[in-house]
């Protein structure tokens, strides 16, 4: 079974530009999660959707967005870019989403860097 | 929401000396909280998890303990080998719309 894949594996961008991350699970999972890594603050939660519904959100600008869509593929959209977005974007997808106490699988993430 | 302290940050064992990681978080409904291991320039993945009914649980050599009244969990690590460096991650459930929180991570380094 193929495991979870993001693309781009690399970005650079500017500051006020706008990125879409992609995230296809693994087949047949239907929650998709995002994480934000960085160096100082470890695993920050984005949001998190199912049935290509919103169901969680963590505390991050409004800048920062995301779908699902019906075959579980998720994308994520960061807008106005500032150079504190450089990270690496981690999606983790799940049968049924974190309220069910699931193990996640994780991408192997977007490195974004904002110049 | 949930709040998740992770201690220490950084942990150095001479291999296959025994290494201790803890977590304490703050939302006494939280009831599953995982490990999540991730290598130099790997995804993170999960190693061992425990819910809120045990009080241990091991794998091998890796073992977790809870203790729900103090409200917090610790990650045991014997008989340490290189391939166990890494950066070690606790978590549990946020309260309500908070998804999965993380601790900030324990860099584990053995030395041979």
């Known amino acids: 079974k193929a495991g979870v894949t993001q693309t781009p594996r690399y970005l650079i961008k500017t500051r006020g530009q706008q990125v879409t991350l992609s995230c296809s699970p693994i087949s047949g999972h239907r929650s998709v999660s995002w994480y934000q890594q960085t160096p100082g603050q470890g695993l920050q939660f984005l949001f998190e959707?199912?049935?290509?519904?919103?169901?969680n959100k963590g505390n991050f600008p409004g800048r920062f967005s995301g779908r699902q869509f019906s075959n579980s593929r998720s994308e994520m959209n960061v807008s106005t870019l500032e150079l504190g977005d450089s990270a690496l974007y981690l999606c983790?997808?799940?049968?049924?989403?974190?309220?069910?106490?699931?193990?996640?699988?994780f991408g192997s993430g977007t490195q974004l860097s904002v110049l | 929401g949930e709040n998740v302290e992770q201690h220490p940050s950084t942990l150095s064992v001479q291999e296959g000396d025994s290494a201790v990681i803890k977590c304490t978080y703050s939302?006494?409904?939280?009831?599953?909280f995982p490990w999540y291991k991730q290598e130099l320039g790997k995804r993170p993945q999960l190693i061992i998890d425990?819910?809120?009914?045990?009080g241990e649980k091991k794998d091998q050599r890796i073992a977790v303990t809870l203790n729900k009244t103090a409200k917090h969990f610790s990650l045991h690590i014997t008989e340490t080998q290189p391939e166990d460096s890494a950066v070690y991650f606790c978590?549990?459930?946020?309260?309500?719309?908070?998804?999965?929180?993380f601790g900030k991570g324990t860099h584990l380094i053995i030395q041979p």
């Open positions: 983790a997808s799940s049968l049924v989403g974190t309220a069910f106490n699931e193990k996640l699988f």
């Open positions: 425990i819910r809120s009914n045990v």
């Open positions: 939302d006494s409904a939280s009831n599953y």
């Open positions: 959707y199912f049935s290509e519904t919103q169901r």
């Open positions: 978590a549990a459930p946020g309260g309500g719309a908070d998804g999965l929180t």
